[in-house]
Nanobody
Framework: QVQLVASGGGLVQSGGSLTLSCAAS????????MAWHRQAPGKERELVAR???????NYLNSVKGRFTISRDNSENTVYLQMNNLNPEDTAVYYC???????WGQGTQVTVSS
């Protein structure tokens, strides 16, 4: 059974850091394209970062240089390291495996000014 479980969200002050985790089961994260998305209140969901099976990464322009997507194949987990957070990063963050149309449940990130 394919499952994605996201965790690591929370409340942080502007300039702070958080690391989100997305634990996968039922498939191997190292063999497929994985992504993190976010949805802020009243806004559409947007792609934040993605990592291909070969390890290539892409980022939303507004998070480049601040966020890093990575994976640990032995733990079958994908991470999103978020540094220098600002209030505009406040959103529910979701991980996904687009090739198999799998989504995690979302984890709330709130950045206070």
């Amino acid at each position: 059974q394919v499952q994605l479980v996201a965790s690591g969200g929370g409340l942080v002050q502007s300039g702070g850091s958080l690391t989100l985790s997305c634990a996968a089961s039922g498939f191997s994260v190292g063999r497929t394209f994985m992504a993190w998305h976010r949805q802020a209140p009243g806004k559409e969901r947007e792609l934040v970062a993605r990592i291909t099976g070969s390890g290539n990464t892409n980022y939303l322009n507004s998070v480049k240089g601040r966020f890093t997507i990575s994976r640990d194949n032995s733990e079958n987990t994908v991470y999103l390291q978020m540094n220098n957070l600002n209030p505009e990063d406040t959103a529910v963050y979701y991980c996904s495996a687009p090739a198999i149309t799998a989504w995690g449940q979302g984890t709330q990130v709130t950045v206070s000014s």
